[in-house]
């Protein structure tokens, strides 16, 4: 889900992290399919001004969020 040097990698939750429980509850909401999904069903993503991976080439660009880019 992410780049293998990113710092975030080793964080972990502390409960109860508020934010943690917030993005949790919205990840299960659009997986049992009860949210509108704002990436339109993407299944990659980056930030286009950290990095430009070669797989984006081959993929379907499906929403632009934030500095992230969506891709499938």
Same mark, same amino acid.
């Given at each position: 889900? #992410?780049?293998?040097? $990113?710092? %975030? &990698?080793? !964080? ?6 508020? %934010?943690?429980?917030?993005? /949790? ?5 659009? *997986?049992?399919?009860? $949210?509108? $999904? &704002? #990436?339109? +069903?993407? #299944? ?10 070669? *797989?984006? %080439?081959?993929?379907? !660009?499906?929403?632009?969020? +934030?500095?992230?880019?969506? /891709?499938?």
């Amino acid at each position: 889900m #992410t780049y293998p040097h $990113d710092p %975030q &990698l080793s !964080k972990v939750p502390v409960n109860p992290d508020p %934010q943690f429980v917030d993005a /949790y509850d919205i990840a299960d909401s659009i *997986w049992n399919g009860g $949210d509108f $999904d &704002l #990436t339109n +069903g993407a #299944t990659n993503y980056f930030n286009p001004g950290e990095v430009l991976p070669s *797989w984006a %080439q081959s993929m379907a !660009k499906v929403a632009s969020i +934030g500095h992230h880019d969506f /891709y499938k």
